[in-house]
């Protein structure tokens, strides 16, 4: 079951939507063995705000709201429809959003059938397996959605800025977790990927803003400043990886993420636009329950 519904039929909100995109989707399996180039993330501004109503950052945040309680309700007839499975992939920066994005998009969902899952370094256990081990374990089972604070581009990210491993062994991962999307999606997992795209500064201030409030000090580790350090380099691989895993079953939406409203803004759009070209339906009851009387 090939699942791609990732084409809008609002020719307008399609048009928007491709320009936030590394390009065309790219079969993976058409190109075995060649390099792709890295895409230009400099053409995509992070201050942007394509997706505002452009009435005020008030209006934004109401269409926030109203967009998380359509997702809700849509949320529902997925569970009940069950024919489906939606894993969400979150991956930018520290401080780009990924929490926020969790409380502001998924907030109004019912924790029944929503599930997020938050990536850090792996244990030993999960180290003696394959890189991608872990990850299976954690994907959406039918009707569920699930949503990764981090992912599985960690292993094309982390090792490839510290040089763990070879350009060889950076294009053989990139393969594998397309050929491992591939199958999810197959299999009936939507995959809706999001790149959270913040600038240098306002990393510079959010990063500040943890070590200027105490209630915030919990969510600040100085190995961020050493990846801070590493910002160019980042930059860089996330350039590479874009283009390498933009699929036609897994596609990326780059989300300008300086502005939070914006950013969940953006997000919930897509998400809407996804689900609803999934022709989500109840299941019809069993015949005999129309002749039963509650008493």
């Known amino acids: 079951m090939n699942v791609y519904p990732f084409h809008s039929q609002h020719k307008p909100l399609r048009k928007l939507w491709q320009q936030w995109q590394p390009g065309q989707p790219q079969d993976s399996r058409d190109a075995r063995g060649a390099k792709p180039s890295a895409i230009d993330l400099t053409a995509f501004d992070p201050s942007a705000k394509p997706f505002s109503l452009d009435k005020g950052k008030q209006q934004d945040k109401d269409a926030v709201f109203k967009l998380a309680t359509e997702l ?6 997925f569970y009940a429809d069950r024919r489906f499975k939606l894993l969400v992939i979150l991956q930018g920066m520290d401080a780009a959003g990924k929490d926020g994005t969790l409380r502001g998009v998924f907030s109004q969902m019912t924790p029944l059938g929503v599930r997020t899952v938050g990536w850090k370094a792996p244990t030993e256990t999960e180290k003696a397996r394959d890189y991608l081990w872990r990850l299976h374990l954690q994907t959406p089972a039918s009707g569920e959605i699930v949503v990764f604070n981090r992912s599985q581009y960690e292993d094309v990210l982390v090792p490839v800025v510290n040089q763990w491993i070879t350009p060889e062994q950076q294009a053989q991962r990139y393969a594998q977790i397309n050929d491992f999307e591939r199958m999810l999606s197959e299999t009936g997992t939507v995959i809706v990927k999001f790149m959270l795209h913040i600038s240098k500064d306002e990393q510079r201030q959010r990063l500040q803003e943890r070590l200027d409030d ?10 961020d400043l050493k990846v801070r350090a590493q910002w160019n380099e980042y930059q860089q691989a996330y350039a590479q990886l874009l283009a390498a895993t933009h699929t036609p079953w897994a596609p990326w939406t780059i989300v300008p993420a300086d502005s939070k409203t914006h950013r969940n803004l953006m997000i919930a759009t897509v998400l809407r636009e996804v689900l609803g070209n999934l022709d989500l339906k109840y299941p019809p009851g069993a015949p005999a329950l129309e002749k039963i009387k509650v008493k």
């Open 214 to 223: 105490p209630c915030k000090h919990w969510k600040f580790d100085e190995g």
């Open 72 to 77: 809700d309700a849509l949320q529902n007839v």
